[in-house]
C-alpha cells in the first residue's frame, strides 16, 4: 500500500486546472479566424476556399456595399482561408473559448464599400481591390497615360466592358476572314 502511495505522489499531477487556470495551447494551434478589415481587399479568395461554407460574402448593390461574415458555429479550423488571403488579413488566433450564451455572438462581420462603374453607375468592385490592382500595376511599371487608361478599363464592370467590345456586325474580323477563304 507504501508503495502504490509512493508511486502516486512521485508522479505528481497529470491533469491541469483548466478551466481554473488558463490552458496553454502550442504556437501553431488553430483557433478562431480573425480579420483584420483594413488589411482585407474583400476580394472573396477565402469565402471560395472554405470547406465548410462559414464564410460568406453578399454584395448588396442598392447600399453599395460587400459585407464579409464568418459564422464560427460552422467554421472547423482548417485554416484554408488564412493560406490563400493574399492580404494576410484573416489569421487564425489561438482563442478555442467560443461557447456563447447569445446566437448572435457566433457571428463576425464586415463591411466593405463598393465603386461605381464608370458607364452605368453600378457598384461592382470594392474600392480597396480596385486601389491594390492600381497600386500593383504602379509598381509592375505602368506610368502616366497608360495607368489613367487601365483605370478607365478597370472601373468599368464587366457587363459595360462586353459591351464597349462588341464589334459592328460589318466590322467583324472573323467573317471577314471567312469571306476571304472562299
Avoid at 504556437?27 to 479566424?33: C, L, T, Y
Avoid at 492580404?87 to 482563442?95: E, G, M, P, V
Wanted: one cysteine or more; a neutral charge; hydrophobic letters at 35%.
Amino acid at each position: 500500500m507504501f508503495k502504490l502511495l509512493k508511486t502516486v505522489l512521485k508522479t505528481g499531477n497529470v491533469t491541469t486546472k483548466y478551466p481554473f487556470a488558463p490552458m496553454e495551447v502550442n504556437e501553431d494551434f488553430r483557433g478562431k479566424p480573425e480579420l483584420d478589415a483594413d488589411q482585407c481587399l474583400s476580394c472573396g479568395a477565402c469565402t471560395r476556399a472554405c470547406p465548410a461554407n462559414a464564410l460568406i460574402m453578399e454584395t448588396d448593390t442598392k447600399a453599395g456595399t460587400r459585407r464579409w461574415e464568418l459564422s464560427t458555429a460552422r467554421c472547423i479550423y482548417c485554416g484554408r482561408c488564412e493560406e490563400v488571403c493574399p492580404t494576410k488579413a484573416i489569421k487564425l488566433t489561438q482563442n478555442f473559448e467560443l461557447a456563447v450564451t447569445n446566437k448572435a455572438d457566433l457571428y463576425d462581420e464586415a463591411v466593405f464599400s463598393l465603386v461605381n462603374c464608370r458607364q452605368c453607375d453600378r457598384p461592382f468592385v470594392a474600392s480597396k481591390l480596385l486601389e491594390y490592382v492600381m497600386d500593383t500595376l504602379a509598381h509592375s511599371g505602368v506610368t502616366g497615360e497608360q495607368l489613367i487608361e487601365r483605370r478607365k478599363q478597370i472601373e468599368t464592370c464587366p457587363e459595360c466592358r462586353r459591351s464597349n467590345n462588341m464589334l459592328d456586325s460589318e466590322n467583324v474580323s472573323h467573317l471577314r476572314y471567312l469571306e476571304e477563304q472562299k
